[in-house]
């Protein structure tokens, strides 16, 4: 009973650690600290931590985070056929399994698991005699998380409460990159302004949206950024500013998720017309003036008026003016 206790508050410890990283790790290095965390608990060699939306498609480099496996190992199946479809043999079987903790030889009997294709021309290679698989799906986003921990000593497989233990850390490990994604939104390491005149959402790599604040989805909606559920991105997307319907994105990636901010030029974002409201209001013309001068209704300029204020990130017409005209 007293191993049993002892054993809680370990494990409650290595939660807590993980909500600690959470809260003051940058999001280019949590996965890796967290991971490193959660692997060491369960005396693991090597690992992946792989989340993404998509689930029909080969799995990918760009996609996860990995430990002590070289560069590649996610993209070496691809080539060998019977390998490839015995990935997703398993990868279906474990769909139908959410949440839970398998050994492989849960799912195929050890003779069979010994000879197939699968573990002499991919796992042996790499020395992953043992492994321990979880996928979780969380229902709000559907981002999907597949954590895999794998022993390379064939003389020392994972025992059954190892199995429970990951079990039992896979949620808080998903709950922590959570808020570590919530707390990059209200970060204070930057000035208020320059918050204040991003969008900032995160991404698996196939523009599936993970994460995003409101002034994102405002400017998607204004702009129908948004296609059957998905940002149009580039396929080799990393790093870097790309555009989508002219609106321009800096881009930055994370061991399988990419963090976006609407890039700093808030004149790009504003149609024509509203460029001319925005150059009246800041000559000091009143709504009434600048409805005469363009031409149109004072009702519309209002209208105008309240966009240019919500992309621009403005509080009212007096902050407005008092911006740099860059």
């Given at each position: ?223 129908q950024l948004i296609h059957q559920g998905k940002l149009s991105i580039p396929e080799t997307l990393l790093d870097g500013i790309f555009e989508v319907k002219g ?21 790009r974002l504003l149609s024509q017309r509203q460029k001319q409201v925005l150059e009246l209001i800041r000559q000091g013309r009143s709504n009434k003036e600048i ?33 740099p005209d860059d």
């Amino acid at each position: 009973m007293d191993s049993q206790i002892n054993l809680y508050h370990s494990l409650d410890d290595v939660i807590s650690q993980l909500y600690q990283l959470a809260l003051t790790t940058p999001h280019s290095s949590f996965k890796e600290s967290a991971f490193k965390v959660f692997a060491r608990c369960l005396k693991a060699d090597s690992g992946v931590w792989l989340t993404r939306a998509e689930q029909q498609i080969p799995f990918y480099e760009q996609d996860a985070f990995t430990l002590n496996l070289p560069e590649g190992f996610m993209e070496d199946y691809h080539h060998l056929s019977s390998v490839s479809q015995q990935v997703q043999q398993v990868f279906g079987i474990m769909l139908g399994c959410l949440g839970q903790t398998k050994d492989i030889l849960d799912i195929v009997p050890k003779d069979e698991w010994l000879n197939s294709d699968m573990y002499r021309l991919y796992c042996e290679k790499y020395s992953l005699h043992h492994s321990l698989m979880t996928i979780s799906v969380a229902p709000e986003n559907q981002l999907m998380h597949i954590v895999t921990l794998a022993r390379h000593d064939a003389d020392k497989p994972f025992t059954t409460e190892e199995k429970q233990i990951k079990e039992y850390l896979v949620p808080s490990l998903i709950g922590a990159l959570k808020v570590n994604i919530l707390n990059g939104f209200q970060s204070t390491s930057l000035p208020t302004d320059d918050i204040a005149k991003n969008a900032r959402a995160v991404l698996d790599h196939y523009g599936n949206i993970i994460e995003a604040e409101t002034g994102f989805w405002d400017l998607s909606q204004q702009h129908q950024l948004i296609h059957q559920g998905k940002l149009s991105i580039p396929e080799t997307l990393l790093d870097g500013i790309f555009e989508v319907k002219g609106i321009p994105f800096t881009a930055q990636s994370a061991h399988g998720l990419l963090y976006i901010q609407v890039h700093n030029d808030h004149k790009r974002l504003l149609s024509q017309r509203q460029k001319q409201v925005l150059e009246l209001i800041r000559q000091g013309r009143s709504n009434k003036e600048i409805a005469s001068l363009l031409q149109i209704t004072e009702a519309t300029v209002k209208n105008h008026v309240k966009s240019i204020l919500k992309l621009t990130h403005c509080s009212s017409r007096q902050h407005l003016i008092s911006q740099p005209d860059d």
